[in-house]
């Protein structure tokens, strides 16, 4: 099929790419909320202690609230706060009051709030992915964590009918989630290193609108630690798949939340007392991202406290440009509200001169790598010891996160059961076919290629 590229997007006067064609009708028809403008207004107003009558809100004076304490592992004192906290360290407490100084007040963040978060936190995170991050010019938004992030992304972008592009192993519990409003994935070829920018190319200029439908415009790619793989993409990559994002006008969805949980990295300097000098120098080890390449606007970056802090927090923020931060805003306000204040209050005052700061954070984020660099170094050791020599499996070191992904050779034990194995051994794998996206004739070239995703090959195989 003759290669058909997209025409170069419409710019502004002021040079910013226009990417609203990129919205679904859902995202275009959907009404702003009209009481989060009066929000908006009285936020705006100078008066310290204004009366509002308009949104039903409670008084502050009657929230059953004094004060909230957090104790917390210290980070300034231990080179290692992760394991000094896990051996009874050292802590430091941590407050949010209601009427005393502190980051965010209890009378202001058990308020309604609007879309994007507290001011507060939000500010707060917005520094925090300046500094680390230093997008082009993108507005940060809180979530309830990235699942929830991701699925109003799916909506914002999502037509009946659409197809979205993602590594052909993906974790299922997104990739389920635009399936019920008629949009399908199109899974693009892997190797340990990632996505093959070559292979995604490929798919787009194979693509026939005739038969298939309008072209991919979404790609959605989890770049360090990839659930399941573990792969990381490189910088190399990076930079190819972005040029093949500008190239064919497609949206990344950047679902990065084992980012900070990248093994074999750099050594920072833990003794440094300069707090600039140790922040510069951790985030020296950290890979350029997707947010940091976007001069278009083009990527929506996901972050989370998940994976560093704790699941249940249910907190996470998405970087992207204003118009797409309004559009997500929207929504919000007229579906899940912003994030709930206890998690919001904590964060902000974690990252405050009344917490651990920035660099206490990081430092956190450092320790927490080596951690989890010494859990990995002992699985892998024990597998190559004791299952490799078998040669029934292998296995491929991650860069990054909390997956290793392990090859079973079944040729060589075809009786091998995940059944059996889970009620004899009391040991739980889980199988490849989960992950596997449905394959298509258009992707998939080989005569004798059998799909991991026919569990009946793995049925077969069950006494």
């Known amino acids: 099929m003759e290669e058909q590229q997209i025409d170069d997007n419409v710019t502004s006067n002021n040079g910013v790419i226009d990417l609203s064609h990129h919205l679904s009708d859902e995202a275009r028809n959907r009404l702003a909320n009209p009481l989060k403008d009066i929000m908006r207004v009285t936020s705006e107003c100078p008066v310290t202690d204004i009366i509002t009558m308009a949104n039903g809100d409670p008084h502050h004076s009657l929230y059953p609230f004094q004060q909230i304490m957090y104790e917390v592992p210290s980070v300034q004192d231990p080179s290692e706060p992760v394991t000094s906290w896990n051996n009874s360290g050292r802590t430091q407490i941590i407050h949010s009051y209601r009427d005393q100084e502190c980051a965010l007040p209890i009378r202001n963040a058990f308020q309604y709030a609007r879309a994007a978060g507290l001011v507060q936190c939000k500010d707060a995170l917005t520094d925090f992915t300046n500094l680390m991050f230093a997008p082009p010019d993108h507005h940060v938004m809180l979530t309830l964590g990235n699942s929830d992030g991701l699925t109003k992304i ?51 200029i194979r693509w026939d609108e005739a038969k298939l439908g309008r072209r991919p415009r979404l790609l959605y790619l989890v770049p360090v630690g990839q659930n399941p793989t573990g792969s990381t993409l490189s910088v190399n990559r ?60 083009r990527v929506l970056r996901l972050d989370t406290f998940s994976k560093v802090l704790a699941p249940g927090m249910r907190l996470g923020w998405i970087t992207s440009n204003k118009l797409f931060h309004l559009k997500l805003g929207e929504y919000t306000d007229s579906s899940t509200q912003p994030p709930h204040a206890f998690g919001q209050m904590f964060v902000t005052e974690m990252l405050s001169e009344h917490g651990w700061k920035i660099e206490g954070f990081c430092r956190w984020l450092r320790s927490l790598r080596l951690e989890y660099q010494n859990r990995l170094d002992f699985l892998l050791d024990v597998f190559q010891r004791e299952v490799e020599p078998t040669g029934y499996a292998s296995v491929n ?41 449905p394959e298509n004739a258009l992707w998939v070239e080989s005569d004798g290629h059998v799909p991991l995703s026919d569990v009946s090959v793995m049925n077969s195989a069950v006494l």
Request: charged share 25%.
């Open 238 to 297: 990076r930079k190819k798949i972005y040029a093949i994002a500008q190239t064919w006008d497609l949206i990344i969805v950047e679902d990065d939340p084992y980012y900070f949980l990248r093994y074999d990295a750099p050594q920072t300097n833990c003794a440094s007392a300069d707090p600039d000098e140790f922040i510069e120098n951790f985030r020296s080890t950290l890979i350029p991202t997707f947010l940091s390449m976007d001069v278009d606007g």
């Open 397 to 437: 070191r991650p860069e990054a996160g909390m997956f290793v992904w392990i090859e079973v050779f079944f040729e060589k034990h075809p009786r091998f059961l995940f059944e059996r194995l889970m009620n004899t051994q009391g040991v739980v794998f889980m199988p490849a076919s989960t992950f596997a996206i």
């Open 154 to 204: 799916f909506r914002l972008f999502g037509q009946r009918g659409d197809h979205f592009l993602t590594d052909e192993f993906s974790f299922p519990g997104m990739t389920n989630c635009p399936l019920p409003y008629g949009v399908k994935w199109v899974g693009v070829k892997m190797d340990s290193g990632g996505i093959i920018p070559e292979e995604l190319e490929k798919v787009l």
